[in-house]
Nanobody
């Protein structure tokens, strides 16, 4: 199993920025895709952003243009730069990886709270 350790969550004012990071360790074989999901209270978990091994990103419509996902393959780390944050971005953010066989791993989640 892949272990994922997240950092960077916290409280920020609307319009501000946060940078999340997630480092993968453990039984890493080949990680094809890394990304972020989020879940607000009473809501379904939703995709935020994904990035492939080649660095090609995909974003949810709600964050496109405000968030930027990147990765450092040497460090097995994925980042999420979040700018122009809105109260509706408040959620628990989960790091995820998908290996070459399609097996998914999840991080523990980190709280992001945006105040008005």
């Amino acid at each position: 199993q892949v272990q994922l350790v997240e950092s960077g969550g916290g409280l920020v004012q609307a319009g501000g920025s946060l940078r999340l990071s997630c480092a993968a360790s453990g039984s890493i074989f080949v990680i094809n895709t890394m990304g972020w999901h989020r879940q607000a209270p009473g809501k379904q978990r939703e995709l935020v952003a994904l990035i492939t091994n080649s660095g090609s990103p995909n974003y949810a419509d709600s964050v496109r243009g405000r968030f930027t996902i990147s990765r450092d393959n040497a460090k097995n780390t994925v980042y999420l730069q979040m700018n122009s944050l809105k109260p509706e971005d408040t959620a628990v953010y989960y790091c995820t990886t998908i290996n070459a066989l399609g097996r998914r791993s999840w991080g523990q989640g980190t709280q992001v709270t945006i105040s008005s």
